[in-house]
């Protein structure tokens, strides 16, 4: 049984505490459990913890630069920034039925996946050779994770071609899930983002954006730019 009444972000405000990556590992790991994670990956809470106890490490060495705004609030819909998400994959939660539990900020109406995705097609996006997730444990940690809404007007080859210059990763539709899962302040209207580590051998690009006053698993022309649709990326994955 889910909680779907449960905080999906820690508070922001202008009292907000500085960014803790424990205290922030740990709720997401709270977050994905009162989502039923741990049922959907057929183990129970305490089962589920001990699979991504590991990553716990990880996240605390791999923060990025949340200590460099350590006196600052930690806001990711000023910054489109996270340090951090906790990934399950589909190998364990399968995305038409994780994509449902997650929300807009402040909203309740559930995540969809796009009618455009024709039966059996959202199975061929797969990851990327470069977004190819580590480890073979179905659980990951996404680090340095960037909204990417100066690529909004951007032609998503160009925007994907910049990224890979840069040395930065492009999301997978599994990570996106997890960054709306973990971090749902990230879309905002005109801030949506492109899922460019999930293809599937033709000019489609997955992308979420809001549909509906809810979040939206959809797909884009490679060849198409939108004002409205950047392009997320992260900085390196850890198992």
Known sequence: ??????????PVSSGASAFDPAAEFDRQVRTLTALGY?????RTPEQ??????????????????????ADAPYDPAVTGRVPFVLVVTRELAPIERTMPLTTLHGGRLPGFVDRTFEPGSLERFVATEEAEPPGRDGVHLLCDVERGEEF???????????????GRTLLTIEEG?????HAPRLLVKNKCFSLGGSRSGDHRVPAVW???????????????PHTWLGM????????
């Open 210 to 224: 809001i549909s509906q006053k809810a979040p939206k698993l959809g797909w884009c022309w490679a060849g198409n």
């Open 38 to 42: 741990p049922a959907l990956s057929g």
């Open 48 to 69: 589920f913890a001990e699979l991504v106890a590991p990553l716990r490490a990880e996240a605390l060495a791999h923060a990025g630069g949340a200590a460099d705004g």
């Open 232 to 239: 997320a990326s992260a900085g390196v994955r850890r198992a």
């Open 177 to 181: 899930v997890a960054l709306m899962t």
């Open 152 to 166: 909004c007007g951007v032609v998503p080859n160009d925007a994907m071609a910049a990224v890979a210059e840069r």
């Open 1 to 10: 049984m889910t909680d779907r009444t449960h905080s999906p972000e820690a």
